[in-house]
């Protein structure tokens, strides 16, 4: 892992290790950004701070050099504590409550706190497919473009290239027509510079998979109408029309000779391109700065579903799980926070378990043990009162800290949060930390086999009985290894040795670019030429 492999190597003083270590997490977290944003769940922005104190002295032991922690910290611990514990179960009940809440909005819009929108992804990715196809990702102040030649079961994938183009802020505030002429416009810029690895056969155009990450109502697997703009989006005249139909007249007027042949939100892009390797993924899970899943579900397994047919009888369904709420172990620190929120009431689960809301919560913990326990000394650090001044790479690197005074936890402590901190209050500090943590990679974990449950119990034997992958995306899964370590623990532990055996938890490092490319092709109008 990137922070541990820097404050390992690095032979600078704690300060200088921290500031490499927070920002190598958080230069790989919002480097994925991009791409880990799906939904008005996926999608949440994290708040951004300042920049905390610069250029300050080395943070030694004699700031404090009492290692004494007042007794008002303990009763707010064990508290804290009592309320976090993810007991088996627990774990089991929210579980339960997950596939519950799966059944119940797979029978009526609306029947529960879960979309559970349907993809109109039909057709999987098997490794037959030939050409080269586009993707283009939409989801943030940033779009990515990606291309990829395949070569079917033989060659499978043989070059990719991509690039990602930067939104001037007045186009998210302009018209329709102003965004997609630029995004076209970078579009035909990126396929101008394809190189001799790349070739389409003569006689077609080329084909594009679409994701883009924000609310829409999808019509078909090459149409959705935009509900609404989120993450500081405000563009006009686009709300209430297909945005595919967006792109494709954009593209015409570029003179580009491209089609979209597949809209889809990364979770579903995640599992696409997952799948491509191994036909044994079943489901997708995106946990970053915040987190939704998918799964692959039986078409007569949706009663709510009208009209649709699917060929192969299974369809992808997009849960949107962040909006889940049913029996989750909450404290006064989440409720709060909760409160103050721009959506308070939604998205309780993506709040407890996804890497925009963990930092804050712990800021929400120490501030109160500061200010009643004396945890800091007598005063309370102001910076400790801005909200997400602490951030979820920062309690990854302070869970990184190895050494004998933690000094790491110290530097960052004060870097960030204008903290003086002596060793024992480090080790509290530490220990909210882990609280915090297990509780949202347990949650996570229990989630995750709330789906296999609710797959499992349509075709008897055929999730727990047989090899299951779930794939993995996100910063926050991949780079924070204790959340990891939970999340996989809380399976085993629920589903018992004999069925968890066959459940395999594998990250898949930005699947969801070449899933949509992948979705293109296996929804490509020349499909039957491969």
């Known amino acids: 892992m990137a922070v541990k492999k820097e404050l390992e190597s690095s032979t600078n003083s704690g300060e200088a290790r921290t500031v490499v270590s927070t920002n190598t997490y958080r230069q790989q977290e919002e480097a994925m950004s991009t791409v880990t944003a799906t939904s008005p769940a996926v999608g949440s922005f994290c708040i951004p701070r300042s ?17 004494a922690v007042s007794a008002g910290v303990a009763p707010i611990m064990t508290k804290l504590k009592h309320d976090c514990a993810t007991p088996l179960p627990l774990l089991r009940h929210v579980a339960d409550a997950m596939a519950a809440d799966m059944r119940a909005g797979l029978a009526v819009d609306g029947g529960s706190d879960l979309k559970m929108i349907l993809s109109y992804v039909d057709t999987l990715p098997t490794g037959n497919e030939k050409g080269l196809f586009y993707a283009l990702d939409l989801g943030g102040t940033n779009f990515r473009v990606l291309r990829v030649q395949l070569g079917g079961k033989e060659e ?14 007045e186009l998210m505030f302009g018209t329709s027509e102003e965004l997609f002429d630029f995004i076209a416009s970078g579009l035909a810029k990126f396929a101008e510079k394809e190189g001799g690895k790349f070739h389409l056969p003569p006689g077609r ?27 500081g989006f405000a563009v006009s005249g686009t709300a209430g029309r297909d945005v595919v139909a967006c792109l494709n007249e954009a593209m015409d007027r570029q003179g580009l000779d491209m089609r979209v042949s597949a809209l889809v939100n990364d979770t579903v892009g995640t599992l696409a391109g997952a799948r491509y390797w191994d036909d044994d993924v079943m489901v997708a899970v995106i946990l970053g700065t915040g987190t939704n899943a998918c799964y692959v579900e039986r078409m007569n397994a949706i009663p709510k579903l009208q009209g649709h047919v699917s060929p192969s009888g299974r369809t992808i369904v997009n849960t949107e799980w962040g909006a889940f709420s049913n029996g989750l172990p909450l404290t006064v620190f989440d409720k709060d926070m909760d409160a103050a929120s721009i959506n308070p009431g939604e998205q309780i689960f993506e709040k407890t378990i996804s890497g925009m809301y963990l930092g804050e919560i712990v800021r929400r913990v120490l501030l109160k043990m500061a200010a009643e326990g004396a945890l800091f ?14 951030r979820t790479p920062d309690l990854s690197a302070m869970q990184q800290d190895n050494s004998d005074d933690l000094n790491v936890v110290g530097s960052i402590l004060y870097n960030i949060a204008g903290v003086e901190s002596n060793l024992s209050a480090r080790k509290i500090v530490l220990e909210v930390c882990d609280t915090i943590v297990m509780r949202g990679g347990r949650l996570a974990g229990a989630g995750i086999v709330g789906i296999l449950q609710k797959m499992e119990e ?30 996989k623990d809380a399976v085993k532990e629920i589903l018992g040795l004999e069925k968890s055996k066959n459940v395999v938890i594998e990250h898949t490092k930005d699947g969801s670019g070449i899933g949509a490319s992948l979705l293109a092709a296996s929804n490509s109008k020349y499909e039957h030429d491969f």
Do not use: C
């Open 51 to 67: 920049r905390g104190r610069i250029n300050m002295p080395r943070f030694t032991m004699t700031v404090r050099s009492s290692n």
């Open 458 to 487: 349509d075709s008897t034997g055929l999730i727990f009985g047989k090899r299951t992958v779930v794939a993995m995306d996100g910063g926050l899964y991949e780079h924070y290894p204790q959340y990891k370590r939970y999340l």
């Open 205 to 231: 155009k080329r084909e594009i998979g679409f994701t883009f990450s924000f609310p829409v109502r999808q019509t078909s697997i090459d149409s959705g109408i935009l509900i609404k703009w989120t993450k």
């Open 377 to 390: 000394g007598e005063s309370v650090p102001e910076k400790l009162s801005t909200p997400f001044v602490l």
């Open 156 to 169: 499978r994938v043989i070059a990719t290239e991509f690039d990602q183009v930067s939104i001037p802020q």
